[in-house]
């Protein structure tokens, strides 16, 4: 027997005209390309949304296809969230800092029809404009007055956003279709081969973005002062976008600028009592924050300093509480979730718990929200128990979980079961706290036993002289590889080989010291703000550990 209820498809425009109707004056600051800040609010985006929409209707865009933007988090990018997707075309968000060929690979993989693109991205977009092959219209996105020279792009095929998008309607009755129907599409930057396509459809990012913003994942409501850095042309901005939408929560958006200062400046001003981004950018404000001792974070007011795509290291974890006030705590996912499928929070039971015994619990990259299974398993695929020991491959399984690639690329994913193998190695404990050991591929093997390198980051991170710490393995003649440290120090801090090893030693197993410290001015990073390991251990890989001879 079928229920009585409405069957009403679960649409991302759904979200923009709630926000505009109940949280209309909720104000959404964008600190532009251009320089200055723009003012704008929940119902001014509701409006230019609608915009979009007549827009892309005048160019003949149809339902499914897709619609490329090369920018920097905006009002008009939000606007785009919203427009592109609700007009029933897929809102494809391109990441500007990949390398030349693969943002021509995937944009022209995807076949982009249009091309939105920040002013900061002319010189980019000249470049590879010649070797598009699909974008028909490209889009400025700004006034008149900075309309930048892109002597790649065809007289006439070159717009304003403020000419073609700024004369439209606001009025706009949005499509109903197919929740299934795809969204939008986001390319994993992938260390080896192309990249590959994770295509949202509406019901996974509505179903996301109920679940996001609970009080147990991201604690976001009406109240909530968001300070958006993770760029929304990396997996949705962890979906942020629609969960502000859904509570009303004022968004302060940084634009290009994501240094120590402007960062600051932006949350002091806006009042910002909330932040996203990965641990990296957090580290360049506190670079800021040690050059400014005159300045005191708390006044802030900062609750909540929300990390992920890399582990969130206790160092971080104890200076936020300490000179902000605030809890760091981090989700884990991945383009390919969503990407929220665990979210490092306390249960009531830990209140009694001391601040450092509560910090090595937000140490774990978190428990699983309702509506992700999780499992890890061994190498011949069985289920490995929970019991924070056991640790194997992490495979995951839930409505906002890809089932494939665009265009089949990779092959088949699913196992029988239909869970979806993510490449990361963990523990779960029986809280069900999954803790990251590492990613498949950046695991050590020593003499057949594995160095975590996240656990060793972590401790490295705790001497005060180190800024960022990358561990990887090294090729050893007897252990067959053994962990080599790599650091870069803060500014204006020293330390030695030995400094550093001494207080590993206190933090770690012996069998687990880096054989080596290297230290550097700054380490390699991928598009996405991670490590990339991949290039240290190509460079490293004829270091020379002390007491091996070559
Ligand atoms: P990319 O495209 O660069 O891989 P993703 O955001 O999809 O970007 O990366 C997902 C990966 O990032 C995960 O598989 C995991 O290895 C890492 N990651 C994400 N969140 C965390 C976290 N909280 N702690 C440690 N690693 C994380």
Redesign the pocket.
Known sequence: MLGLMQDRPLLISSLIDYAAAFHGDAEIVSRLPEGHVRRSSWREVGEVSKQVANALAEWGVEAGDRVATLAWNSDRHLALYFGVSGSGAVMHTVNPRLFREQIVYIINHAEDRILFFDITFAALVAELAPELTTVTTYVAMTDREHMPEVPGVPEGVLLCWDDVIGRQSTHYDWPEFDERSASSLCY???TTGNPKGVLYSHRSTMLHTLMAAARDANDVHSGSVILLVVPMF??NAWGTPYTAAMVGAKLVLPGPHLDGESVYQLMKAEGVNQSQGVPTVWMMLFSYLDEHPEIDPHELGLRIAG??????PLSMIERFDRDFGAQAM???????TS?LCVIGRLLPKHEGLSQSEKNQIMLK?GRGICGVELKIVDDDGNRLPWDGKAFGEVWLRGPWIASGYYRGEGGEKLDAEGFFP???VATIDPDGYLQ?VD?AKDVIKSGGEWVSS?DLENAALGHPAIAEAAVIGVPHPKWQERPLLVAVLRTGQTATREDILEYLAGEVAKWWLPDDVVFVDELPH???G?ILKLELRKRYRDHELPGVSS
């Open positions: 994993t930057s992938g990396h997996a990390t992920g795509g890399a582990a969130l981090q989700g884990w996912g991945m383009t390919e990407p990259q993510t490449g990361d990251l990613r996240i991928t598009a996405t991670k």
